[in-house]
Nanobody
Framework: QVRLVESGGGLVQPGGSLRLSCAAS????????MGWHRQVLGKQRELVAV???????KYADSVKGRFTISRDNGKNTAYLQMNNLKPEDTAVYYC??????????????WGQGTQVTVSS
């Protein structure tokens, strides 16, 4: 079973940037899609960005143009670069591993999450 460990969260002022990392254990990292999600207490978890093993990345409308998802298969790591952060981006951010197809992205493994707080 894969283990996913997020890092890079923290407190940042509005307009600032953070880069989240998601390190995955095990092999075959390159054949899976990776996703980033976020959740605010009391609300549903929201899919923020997906990067497939090959093909185009996808983003939620709320983060397009500000967030960039990437991956380094040699390091078994996925990243989420977050720029021009807004207070409404405050949430716990989770990475996931899964598969992409006609039904969209379906995660099968989750990390523990990392808190991102955007506040002055």
């Amino acid at each position: 079973q894969v283990r996913l460990v997020e890092s890079g969260g923290g407190l940042v002022q509005p307009g600032g940037s953070l880069r989240l990392s998601c390190a995955a254990s095990g092999s075959l990292f390159s054949i899976f899609s990776m996703g980033w999600h976020r959740q605010v207490l009391g609300k549903q978890r929201e899919l923020v960005a997906v990067i497939p093993s090959s093909g185009s990345t996808k983003y939620a409308d709320s983060v397009k143009g500000r967030f960039t998802i990437s991956r380094d298969n040699g390091k078994n790591t996925a990243y989420l670069q977050m720029n021009n952060l807004k207070p409404e981006d405050t949430a716990v951010y989770y990475c996931s591993r899964g598969s992409s197809g006609s039904a969209g992205y379906i995660p099968d493994s989750w990390g523990q999450g990392t808190q991102v707080t955007v506040s002055s």
